[in-house]
């Protein structure tokens, strides 16, 4: 490590947050990334990374995506993030655009800066609109860390801060339990059930088949909305622009964050039905956010979505998940027992290891290895594998056979023997 | 939405949005031509079987409307065009294999093909719809793929005839994006084409400038150089078969091929009656004063005139101020001069022929030489003859890598009916500074490993059995966990294809990698002390 690297580490803890400063580095990951271009990240002492964590999907474009720069130079020109107060040209035409591109019957966007704040807003609207209180989540989602938002996580993140639901406000049911769900639901007071499409932080168990349809039913049987967190999902990951509606649901409202501005002017967006979003008709002044979608990112937005929606890019994920998919299962074959299974929906992946932390030195064997991948916080069996839609083939085949070796080396560090033999410590 | 919100993310025009554009349509086809790559010949020959089949079946309908797009060219001509660029073409490289090793019985030497990958192709407007057959059956014969360029005169018959054979492509098997068409073409787009490192290679025919350009993008290139062909006919020719040979030829598709003849050099002795004989196949000969008016009127200052492109004799002299029968079907324009300072010996893609008499046999080679060297270098020419020697003298002596001999030079040059590969883009090789000099096809889209023993090891044959590829065939369809019917029960039970004989089984594989990690562990042991 090169002596500046010392020194800014040092700072870091100093000035900004000495624990999960230490937290990597005694995780063996001591990146501090600084140029980044396309899927790959550079760390200040010059080594690259290919990244397929891409902060959930932030970058799902690729970083600093040149069209994207282009975009946001050309409305700096013009625009900055604008008063929240008035009708705005920019804000309107990405709801506009937006309107056009979700599941039918969305009309109207709220916007935020950030995730969180767009999970708020949908919590807030569907309790306005049905005059309920009641939210019910997934053990183990992650929505967000603000006030709301939070108390529909795990208690890890709300109970440090005093935060937790203690009203019981805040129910939460099993992944892929209908008869919890369905108990949740039953005595009628539930505002919303809020799902991630597929639970990230949970390391990306999938849906079984048929259960968002069926929740979606239990939430119109109980007069419940059903809010969509497409902040992962969305967005062409899937194959399709939001993962929801490869399940064939219809939500009620749906919050988009992340890859909406690819990393370059931060906004988030909560798009609901006119039922759910009953308030704007009645109190405008109701909610209020200086930054909530600032009008510079929602030109960035705008591109984001001519983007993802080129033909070309359908077919490039499709080529990426099949690709990849190959190759992980010829990985997976050789090292099954080690390496037992995959998780997958588009570019949307979770590879899971037969070791309670099992992702833990997957992680940092790839780290050693040049790419940049994260354990799931809240199954640390399972890494998060997140490649972008517009990969190539060449980094694809690159990404697999660097892949290839950290499983091999991360089994041996796990099962003694096996990946580093012969090799001291 | 707003307009001028519109207007500011529409970031079309830039250098950025260009370079992006090329970019992910060469990334697409770089994904299409990876996994091309792991096809076996006789997918691969049924998806270019396919291909030619639908190019077949709409080959009137694209003449037609192609004519009606540029306004010019003969529809009837098109469709034999057309026609002989599809489903002839591909049977006549059946034999060829351009996706198993073989052995080389000359040297022993085991060779295995390796697709070029990404072919960007500029299409002309002269013979648009054949060049997009011809371009990109060579392709798929060849598992790469293949993006085209129209040219603008002809954009949009070019990107519905492309987007037919795509389709009957995917359809048949090959991967998606394997054809791709550009449908909007500028030359800022196709210039970030031609200069991104995900070109593997462009496939140049049309104008100079374009060519020149596509040497000039640091990709590799297969340019050809504009033709303007010679045609000889000396005393010994059958004058009749002659003219009325070259008649045909000059008029076929009002001569918007680039092999057709440009001028028509011949001896005093034989002038009057191949004048005759021409005229009787269906020619005016000029006089001076319309030779001055053609002149004037095929060649401004910039060069040559492209209103006049593919018109016919008729529709011609009367814009050069003079009629003509409409039956006329070439123009006849005797010269006396060839090179600098006679306009009318340079290429002329219209029925419009020069007509230069020669005083002796020693004359006529070196006069047809001296137009080649003024425009046209390695291209084509003709010879009617039945005297071998005065034959291979004129073949020797003109700077070309194709004579036709008593044939028509449009069509004969560009492989129909001679035995040349039949081709739209007809190699002009060193002469004519391009990479290569024969009649271009599949064959030049592939590049071979080739695998050599020490010579003392005892030399392969055919006989002796050539090791196969593992072909894996296309890439399974990932599962799509939780969608009914596309998740992992749904998906994962399903044998792999290419996993029978001839592909790489999975224990096979698994072997495979086993070795390479067992090496990669060796190294590492090695540098970890
Ligand atoms: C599914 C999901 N929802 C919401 C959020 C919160 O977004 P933000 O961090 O922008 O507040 C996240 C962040 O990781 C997320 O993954």
């Known amino acids: 490590m090169s002596e500046a690297k010392l020194e800014f580490l040092e700072a870091s803890k100093t000035w900004w947050n000495p624990n999960k400063t230490e937290f990597w580095q005694d995780a063996g990951v001591d990146l501090v990334i600084d140029r980044r271009e396309g899927y790959c990240l550079y760390d200040m002492d010059g080594r690259r990374l290919i990244d397929v964590h891409l902060n959930g999907g932030t970058y799902n474009l690729g970083h600093r995506n040149p069209e994207l720069i282009e975009v946001l130079n050309a409305g700096a020109q013009r625009f900055d993030m604008g008063n929240h107060h008035f009708p705005a040209l920019a804000r309107t035409a990405l709801a506009e655009a937006l309107a056009e591109c979700t599941p039918p019957g969305l009309q109207y966007t709220i916007y935020g800066a950030g995730g969180a704040e767009a999970v708020e807003l949908a919590i807030k609207s569907a309790r306005h609109a049905t005059k309920r209180r009641k939210i019910v989540s997934i053990v183990k989602a992650y929505h967000g860390h603000s006030g709301l938002s939070v108390k529909t996580g795990d208690e890890r993140f709300s109970r440090t801060f005093l935060s937790e639901d203690l009203l019981g406000e805040f129910v939460q049911v099993p992944f892929n339990r209908l008869d919890a769900m369905e108990d949740a639901l039953k005595p009628g007071d539930a505002a919303a059930v809020i799902m991630e499409t597929i639970p990230a932080t949970y390391g990306f168990p999938m849906p079984q088949e048929g259960y968002l349809p069926e929740i979606k039913r239990l939430c119109e049987r109980h007069g419940a909305l059903y809010i969509a967190d497409e902040v992962q999902t969305g967005l062409m990951r899937t194959g399709e622009m939001w993962g929801i509606s490869r399940y064939g649901v219809e939500p009620d409202i749906m919050v988009i964050g992340k890859g909406i501005t690819g990393g370059m002017y931060p906004i988030s967006c909560c798009v609901t039905s006119p039922q759910a979003g009953a308030w704007l008709k009645e109190d405008g002044f109701a909610h209020m956010s200086t930054a909530g979608g600032a009008e510079l990112g929602c030109i960035v937005a705008l591109k984001v979505l001519e983007i993802t929606q080129r033909p070309e890019v359908r077919s490039m994920v499709r080529y990426i998940s099949d690709y990849l998919r190959s190759g992980l299962d010829e990985i997976q074959s050789l090292y099954s027992d080690f390496f037992v299974g995959i998780r997958q929906h588009g570019v949307v992946m979770g590879l899971e290891f037969d070791h309670p932390e099992g992702a833990k030195p997957v992680m940092r064997r790839l780290y050693e290895n040049g790419v940049w991948a994260i354990f799931s916080t809240l199954d640390p069996r399972v890494l998060q594998f997140k490649p972008g839609i517009l990969m190539t083939q060449s980094l694809c085949e690159d990404l697999l056979r660097r892949v290839e070796a950290a499983i091999g080396l991360a089994r041996g560090d796990v099962r003694g023997g096996g990946g580093r033999r012969g090799r001291a410590g | 939405m707003d307009a001028g919100i519109r207007r500011l993310v529409d970031i079309s025009e830039t250098p950025v949005a260009m370079r992006m554009r090329a970019e992910l349509i060469l990334e ?364 291979i003298d004129f073949a020797a002596a003109v700077e070309v890598y194709r004579v036709v001999v008593n044939a028509p030079c449009s069509q004969g040059a560009a492989g129909f009916g001679t035995g040349l590969a039949p081709t739209f883009t007809v190699g002009t090789g060193f002469f004519g500074r391009s990479s290569v000099g024969e009649n271009v096809g599949p064959q030049h889209l592939v590049n071979w490993t080739r695998i050599a023993w020490p010579e003392d090891a005892g030399r392969r044959t055919e006989g002796g059995g050539v090791p196969r590829l593992r072909h894996r065939g296309p890439l399974p369809r990932a599962p799509s966990d939780g969608v009914p019917g596309e998740g992992r029960e749904a998906v994962a039970p399903a044998p792999r294809p290419g996993s029978g004989p001839g592909g790489l089984s999975r224990e096979a594989l698994r072997e495979q990698i086993r070795e390479i990690v067992a090496a990669e562990l060796r190294d590492l042991l090695k540098d970890g002390g």
Not at chain 2, 44 to 61: F, L, N
Not at chain 2, 179 to 207: C, H, W, Y
Not at chain 2, 209 to 228: D, K
Not at chain 2, 366 to 375: D, F, N, S
């Open chain 2, 28 to 391: 697409r086809a770089g994904w299409a031509a990876q996994v091309f790559q792991r096809y076996d010949r006789a997918t691969t020959q049924s998806i270019a079987d396919a291909a030619a089949r639908a190019a077949h079946a709409r080959a009137r309908d694209y003449a037609e409307r192609v004519v009606r797009e540029t306004g010019f060219g003969v529809v009837e001509h098109k469709v034999q065009k057309n026609e002989l660029s599809s489903l002839p073409f591909v049977d006549y490289y059946r034999d060829w294999n351009f996706v198993d090793p073989r052995v080389d019985p000359e040297t022993g030497l085991l060779e295995i093909p390796r697709p070029a990958g990404v072919v960007f192709a500029l299409v002309p407007s002269t013979n648009p719809i054949a060049t997009v057959y011809f371009k990109v059956l060579s392709a798929l014969l060849t598992r790469n793929a293949v993006v085209i360029s129209p040219h603008p005169a002809a954009h949009e018959t070019c990107v519905d005839a492309t987007r037919t054979l795509a389709d009957a492509a995917v359809a048949a098997g090959a991967p998606e994006g394997a054809v791709q068409v550009l449908e909007e073409v500028s030359l800022p787009l196709v210039n970030e084409f031609m200069r991104s490192e995900k070109t593997d290679v462009i496939l140049a025919t049309g104008g100079t400038p374009m060519v020149r350009a596509a040497y000039a993008s640091s990709n590799p290139a297969i340019g050809v150089g504009p033709g303007n062909a010679p045609v000889y006919v000396d005393a010994s020719a059958d004058l009749r078969a002659a003219a009325a040979r070259i008649v045909d030829s000059k008029s076929f598709d009002n001569s918007v091929l680039c092999t057709n003849e440009s001028v028509l050099i011949t001896l005093e002795s034989v002038a009057k009656a191949l004048e005759r004989e021409l005229v009787r196949a269906g020619a005016h000969i000029c006089d001076e004063g319309q030779t001055e008016a053609l002149r004037r009127y095929l060649f401004h200052e910039r060069g040559f005139n492209v209103e006049a492109l593919g018109r016919d004799a008729a529709w011609i002299a009367a814009q050069a101020g003079f009629k003509v029968s409409p039956k006329t079907r070439i123009l006849v324009t005797p010269i006396r001069l060839i090179g600098v300072g006679e306009d009318l010996s340079r290429e002329k893609l219209c029925p419009v022929l020069g007509l230069f008499v020669a005083r002796s046999h020693a004359q006529a080679l070196m006069q047809a030489r001296g137009l080649l060297r003024y425009a046209g270098a390695g291209h084509s020419a003709a010879v009617h003859s039945t005297d071998e020697q005065a034959i």
